[in-house]
């Protein structure tokens, strides 16, 4: 299979001349950078950031990219100044564009959230690297989920995204929604049904294919909320990148785990151990369209699986 091009610079200045330039202008080093990026919790080697000054590597993935735009902060740069010069050389094989689970009725749902969002379905965007990371509360409750990811526009030009939660079979209220970095909430909308919520993420600035952006968002689930004991995320298209880590509270560690793994064409289900730690990372390389899904419990597992899933 034809791997996903990595990010080269654009036509201009360039990335690692405009890195240079801003570290010359702050008359900073980069142990500073580098010491001020870990304690953001972005923990880059002073090789990593000195091939990233000299052009013989350029920031690749989510982490990579949430690292340079803490440094347009330290630097005191725009927004965009620097992870605006990285760009994909051209979009790459495609795949095909599908639900990524097998629930007829759930994606009629979500193509009428789309039509209430002003959104076009399907989505022309699509995530090429993507990490979410799950809170779990000491209820043995998700709390909070945050997802950032890299997106690409396939086709044309796209001005913003669409981003659902879905619960199958389990009517909610809308959980809470941010937009933590690449753009605002432009608009809201929750189905009748209280199976799909979503947002309509609107970009900092238009993305023209096979350009791509970084965007980050979370979602956070709020007192009275029916208790969420799962989490996940679909993809519609191929992702070359899916890390899902779902984080517990040290004195309320679950008795047993699941994984799940929806298509459009099937689902499997797998026991999953806690080695050690008090957190599960799931990690796929070339997966979708699908849903990479824990779930979770307390006291004997259940004898079967609840089949459920949760786009990001």
């Known amino acids: 299979m034809e791997s996903e091009d990595f990010l080269k610079p654009s036509n201009g200045p360039g990335?690692?001349?405009?890195?240079?330039?801003?570290?010359?202008?702050?008359?900073?080093?980069?142990?500073?950078?580098?010491?001020r990026l870990r304690?953001?919790?972005?923990?880059?080697?002073m090789a990593t950031l000195s091939y990233w000054r000299s052009g013989a590597r350029h920031p690749e993935g989510a982490q990579s990219l949430a690292a340079?735009?803490?440094?347009?902060?330290?630097?005191?740069?725009?927004?965009?100044?620097?992870?605006?010069?990285?760009?994909?050389s051209r979009t790459g094989p495609l795949g095909p564009n599908l639900f990524p689970i097998d629930e007829h009725a759930i994606e009629e749902a979500v193509k009428e959230a789309f039509a209430a969002l002003g959104a076009e379905y399907p989505d022309t965007s699509r995530e090429l690297t993507t990490h979410s990371v799950t809170d779990v509360g000491i209820e043995g409750h998700v709390v909070q989920s945050r997802t950032r990811s890299i997106v690409q526009s396939t086709i044309g030009t796209i001005t913003a995204i669409p981003f659902l939660e879905l619960t199958p079979g389990i009517p909610t209220p809308a959980p809470e929604f941010a937009a933590d970095f690449g753009g605002r909430i432009a608009n809201?909308?929750?189905?009748?049904?209280?199976?799909?919520?979503?947002?309509?993420?609107?970009?900092?600035?238009?993305?023209?294919?096979?350009?791509?952006?970084?965007?980050?968002?979370?979602?956070?689930?709020?007192?009275?909320?029916?208790?969420?004991?799962?989490?996940?995320?679909a993809v519609a298209r191929q992702c070359r990148e899916l890390l899902v880590w779902t984080r517990f509270h040290p004195e309320a560690l679950p008795d047993w785990f699941e994984e799940q793994v929806d298509t459009p064409q099937s689902q499997t289900a797998t026991p999953v151990t806690l080695e050690s730690g008090t957190s599960i990372h799931q990690v796929r390389r070339a997966f979708g369209p699908g849903a990479l899904l824990l779930r979770w419990g307390f006291g004997e597992r259940e004898p079967e699986s609840d089949p459920s899933g949760q786009p990001g």
Not at 74 to 86: F, K, N
Not at 203 to 225: C, F, I, K, Q, R
Request: glycine letters at 8%; hydrophobic letters at 40%.
């Open 15 to 35: 990335f690692p001349a405009a890195f240079r330039d801003a570290i010359n202008a702050r008359r900073v080093t980069l142990s500073w950078v580098q010491e």
């Open 39 to 45: 304690a953001r919790g972005n923990q880059v080697s």
């Open 68 to 88: 340079v735009a803490d440094i347009e902060e330290l630097l005191h740069l725009d927004r965009g100044a620097l992870t605006g010069l990285l760009r994909s």
């Open 188 to 233: 809201r909308y929750s189905h009748p049904n209280g199976e799909v919520h979503g947002v309509l993420f609107e970009l900092d600035a238009p993305l023209t294919a096979p350009n791509t952006a970084m965007v980050e968002w979370s979602v956070s689930y709020p007192p009275g909320y029916p208790p969420q004991l799962e989490t996940g995320h």
